[in-house]
T-cell receptor, first 112, second 113 residues
Framework: DAMVIQNPRYQVTQFGKPVTLSCSQTLNHNVMYWYQQKSSQAPKLLFHYYDKDFNNEADTPDNFQSRRPNTSFCFLDIRSPGLGDAAMYLC???????????FGPGTRLTVL | AQSVSQHNHHVILSEAASLELGCNYS??????LFWYVQYPGQHLQLLLK??????LVKGIKGFEAEFIKSKFSFNLRKPSVQWSDTAEYFCASFKAAGNKLTFGGGTRVLVKP
């Protein structure tokens, strides 16, 4: 089945230690998104790629970076995680001809 | 800026009761609307979506939503809830020009057996 895959599902890191979260898709969608979702809150868009064009949200901290080496993969890099960065990170994809986003299962990040 | 508001943060009801969750969006142009559900510990799942046509949309698990353009609303309904409907529900709107999905704040629903 075509899908959005996120690895790992659970990630524990230490305060200040860089961490990378991974997203891959078999849907061949041009657009990929990264969201941050804290407990009992709505998902908050961090940035998205339209093909190789990177679009950062104005309020996304510089601590968050992203890479998209090819259509299938997209990475979220947190350069120096703080305690406030503990959250669920959701990846989503979209075919630009349609307006529905397909979400992955998320990676739950814990910062010690 | 585009915004989505959900009227209730928490709803508690008993099994077999009817459910209606309010959602209002701010954008006046062409907009696509969605309801997502997130069961405890699980990821977002699409319940239903409205793009155009019949304003009464039927989704999975017995849910439906009605798009009322004049009221900028897209309320979610289920005639008879089950304990398994305990979850958080998110309304969202998509505006093609911005390439972004805007979520409401979510409504946490607890169904008591």
């Amino acid at each position: 089945d075509a899908m959005v895959i996120q690895n790992p599902r659970y990630q524990v890191t230490q305060f200040g230690k860089p961490v990378t979260l991974s997203c891959s898709q078999t849907l061949n969608h041009n657009v990929m998104y990264w969201y941050q979702q804290k407990s009992s809150q709505a998902p908050k868009l961090l940035f998205h790629y339209y093909d190789k064009d990177f679009n950062n949200e104005a309020d996304t901290p510089d601590n968050f970076q992203s890479r998209r080496p090819n259509t299938s993969f997209c990475f979220l890099d947190i350069r120096s995680p703080g305690l406030g960065d503990a959250a669920m990170y959701l990846c989503a994809t979209r075919d630009p001809n349609y307006n529905e986003q397909f979400f992955g299962p998320g990676t739950r990040l814990t910062v010690l | 800026a585009q915004s989505v508001s959900q009227h209730n943060h928490h709803v508690i009801l008993s099994e077999a009761a009817s459910l209606e969750l309010g959602c209002n969006y701010s954008y006046g142009g062409t907009v696509n609307l969605f309801w997502y559900v997130q069961y405890p510990g699980q990821h977002l799942q699409l319940l239903l979506k409205y793009f155009s046509g019949d304003p009464l949309v039927k989704g999975i698990k017995g849910f439906e939503a009605e798009f009322i353009k004049s009221k900028f609303s897209f309320n979610l309904r289920k005639p008879s809830v089950q304990w398994s409907d305990t979850a958080e529900y998110f309304c969202a709107s998509f505006k093609a020009a911005g390439n972004k999905l805007t979520f409401g704040g979510g409504t946490r629903v607890l169904v008591k057996p």
